[in-house]
Nanobody, 123 residues
């Protein structure tokens, strides 16, 4: 199996910064993509940023110029640097990974989700 563990959420004032981290572990052959999604109360989960092997990172329009996604492939970790945070960025942030992993004697492709970390932007 594959597990994703997120960290770095919290309470921050408008205009402040936070850095989220997500580390993948398990019987991983390769991590093909990693990304961050968020879900605010009463709203659907939405893409924040995603980085895929060999592809330019993708961002939601609402975070372009403020958020930066990056990866450490050796550590199987993805980061989300969030600057100039706004109250509307308040949400639970979820890590997502597209992974090829070992299941018994086979290689399997699947997507996994972390449990989420809360980001609250408020004065």
């Amino acid at each position: 199996q594959v597990h994703l563990v997120e960290s770095g959420g919290g309470l921050v004032q408008p205009g402040g910064s936070l850095r989220l981290s997500c580390a993948a572990s398990g019987s991983i052959f390769s991590v093909n993509a990693m990304g961050w999604y968020r879900q605010a109360p009463g709203k659907e989960r939405e893409l924040v940023a995603r980085i895929t092997n060999g592809v330019t990172p993708r961002y939601a329009d609402s975070v372009k110029g403020r958020f930066t996604i990056s990866r450490d492939k050796a550590k199987k970790t993805v980061y989300l640097q969030m600057n100039r945070l706004k109250p509307e960025d308040t949400a639970a942030y979820y890590c997502n990974a597209g992974v090829t992993y070992y299941r018994t004697s086979s290689l399997v492709n699947d997507e996994f989700w972390g449990q989420g970390t809360q980001v609250t932007v408020s004065s």
